[in-house]
């Protein structure tokens, strides 16, 4: 129950940032489903192994090219779904990052009930 909680909120923060940031676009709300859903997957799966890749790079800069990684998903979300768009890298990096925030808010809420 907890993870379908978990998945609703990212697809409703989604939406959120799609229509705050002019660089984002979903076109549904189910679109931002699947977006979250592929999201949660890709984390799962292709995270762990692009930070493997990458960990001389993320301990150089402290951890901050973790934000890169975050943005390399965002983009590849951007184009294995139809519905989502991210227009260019900086936009899909400043994505990331106010959806990484914004999960972190919501998930501790999550987490306390």
């Keep these: 129950m907890k993870l379908l909680i978990q998945l609703l909120l990212t697809a409703i923060v989604v939406m959120v940032l799609a229509e705050i940031l002019p660089g984002a676009h979903v076109n549904t709300f189910t679109t931002s489903i699947i977006v979250a859903a592929v999201l949660a997957l890709l984390n799962i799966t292709v995270k762990p192994l692009l930070v493997l890749l990458t960990l001389p790079a993320t301990l ?39 959806l990484t925030l914004a999960q972190s808010i919501l998930y501790s809420f999550v987490e306390k009930k």
Excluded: C, Q, R
């Design 60 to 98: 150089i800069t402290f951890g901050l090219f973790l934000l890169v990684i975050n943005a390399v998903i965002i983009l590849l979300i951007d184009w294995l779904i139809p519905g989502f768009s991210i227009n260019g890298f900086w936009w899909a990096l400043l994505f990331s990052f106010l």
